[in-house]
């Protein structure tokens, strides 16, 4: 009987100390590796946690680096959500321009939010972070549900600009109220489905290890090349995705600024042209590192982490500053909403 509480009581420590240990983010090599569990095979196991081995070149000076991303996340949540909540009850920016931007400026706050605390906890530890098999597969699902989303939204803004300086007649028609609200949704709900079927298509294969990610978040390209099973479908429905969606958002946005620019009839040329410029650096940002990461034979290795750092932690806090920060009625409402200029006039049309 002693024998059995002295048991009993050695293996409720452990577990206590097992808690402390994963809460606090203390892990190393030797729990990573015994994170399985066993199937029917006995000389084959199942894996249940991953290890995230974060990002490269990073781990000389990781208090610097945590600073650094720190500021970054600082930055990007502040002023997005700052630009959100302004839009959102401010009565002078009711235009679509102005509602769409309320939807980015949120996607990115979320899809930051995502990204960069996954990245600063892995600078906290020497190993790389721990994750389960289920909190790996949530990760996944909601950083392409709101990448996808914002990548099919920046092609809706790319129009709403074209009708509303080519065809400003016909745009309080093209983009009513409900047009405007079906769009977001549609990107929305596009966005859940895309990510959907590629978080199904990840997880349906079999992962019996290695456990170590060379990655800093949980994508489709480092998981795959742990996998035990045939991933042909997985790699082609990945290829066919990159060259259509994204190529695809990128080739309508293009499209939509050059008929912005070259249109004949429109005044204020040089005025739209350095709207057009500004808006168009998010092209480059946001979608080039996705064709370069996805295209290549070997993204899943660790070194494709650097071009993602572009679209998941760098243009989330570039966005506030593209496309709301320099627009003049955006920073009358924020003062607005700080208190002051609070006689300012009601907004008129949405500059270009």
Known sequence: MANDISAKRNGCLLCLLMSVLLQRGITNHFVCEKMAMETEDPNQTVVSHFCLEGLMYTAEHPTLFFLLFLLIYSITLTWNLRIFITVGSDPHLCSPMY????????LDACLSTVTVPEIMAGLLTVDGKVISFEGHAVQLYCFHFLASTECFLHPVMAYDRYLAIC??????????????????????????????????????LLYCGPHHIAYFFCDISP?????????????LVMLANTGVVVAGCLILIIVSYV??????????????????????????????????????????????????????VVTPMLNPFIYTLRNKEVKRALQRLLGRGSRDPPAGSPPS
């Open 223 to 235: 998981v795959l090349r742990l996998a035990c099973a045939d991933a042909t479908v997985n790699e």
């Open 99 to 106: 509602h769409f931007l309320g939807h980015l400026s949120f």
């Open 259 to 312: 008929f912005i620019v070259v249109d004949p009839h429109r005044p204020g040329q040089r005025r739209a042209f350095s709207t057009c410029t500004s808006h168009l650096t998010v092209g480059p940002l946001y979608y080039e590192p996705p064709l370069c990461i996805y295209l290549q034979p070997h993204s899943g290795e660790a070194g494709a982490g650097a071009p993602a750092v572009f679209y998941t």
């Open 167 to 204: 065809q400003p007649l016909h745009y309080p028609v093209a983009m009513n109220r409900w047009m405007c609200a079906g769009l977001a949704g549609l990107t929305w709900a596009v966005g859940a489905v895309h990510s959907a079927i590629h978080t199904s298509l990840t997880f349906r």
